[in-house]
Nanobody, 129 residues
Framework: QVQLVESGGGLVQAGGSLRLSCAASVVSGRIVSINVMGWYRQAPGKQRELVAAITSGGSTNYADSVKGRFTISRDNAKNTVYLQMNSLEPEDTAVYYC????????????????????WGQGTQVTVSS
């Protein structure tokens, strides 16, 4: 079982910044690689939408609404993805979810395990006007 632990959410004034972190791990064994890590968000009454994603090779994809304001990055050695959010607006208020696709891991007994997709529990970001 792959676990995604998110941190960095909170309350911030419009124009401020937040940095979200998401660390992937397994109870036993070791994660070898993760093909894609990304961030999604869901505001009340709206569909969940992709905010940003990044491949293991560093290719990125951003929603038009956050281009120029948000930056996604990852540390492959730590299996961690980050989302630097600047110039935050009230419209950015949502629950932000970490996502990992294509997880390759080695269990504590030495067996290979491929996991297709996992989600974090979500972290609340609230931007006040």
């Amino acid at each position: 079982q792959v676990q995604l632990v998110e941190s960095g959410g909170g309350l911030v004034q419009a124009g401020g910044s937040l940095r979200l972190s998401c660390a992937a791990s397994v109870v036993s064994g070791r994660i070898v690689s993760i093909n894609v890590m990304g961030w999604y968000r869901q505001a009340p009454g709206k569909q969940r939408e992709l905010v940003a994603a990044i491949t293991s090779g560093g290719s990125t994809n951003y929603a038009d609404s956050v281009k120029g304001r948000f930056t996604i990055s990852r540390d492959n050695a730590k299996n961690t993805v980050y989302l630097q959010m600047n110039s935050l607006e009230p419209e950015d208020t949502a629950v932000y979810y970490c996502n990992a696709k294509g997880v390759l891991a080695v269990t504590g007994t030495g067996a290979l395990r491929v996991s297709n997709e996992y989600w974090g529990q979500g972290t609340q970001v609230t931007v006040s006007s």
